[in-house]
């Protein structure tokens, strides 16, 4: 199974509500954009409209095939 590209990603906070309404109209405006992931969490406060890219960086550098920690010291 492999793991999610996105997964560890932080999250930023784009607003606050008082209510599921509010939040959900500005979560759907906000995820119009293909490239961000937008979701709304509950708190003791409120609604919060959280966002965060959804776009993959490349990694330019390849992890070799046995770590360092692998390979013996002579």
């Known amino acids: 199974m492999e793991a999610n590209s996105l997964y560890g ?3 930023t906070d784009v607003a606050r ?3 599921f309404d509010e939040a959900d109209k500005k979560r759907k405006q906000l995820s119009e954009d293909k490239e961000v992931q937008v979701k ?9 409209v959280k966002v965060r ?6 990694n ?8 360092s920690k692998n390979q013996r010291k002579k």
């Open 53 to 58: 890219s959804a776009l993959v960086e490349a």
């Open 17 to 19: 509500f008082n209510s």
């Open 9 to 11: 990603r932080p999250w």
């Open 60 to 67: 330019v550098e390849q992890k070799s095939d046995k770590s």
């Open 40 to 48: 709304v969490k509950k708190s003791e406060s409120g609604f919060t």
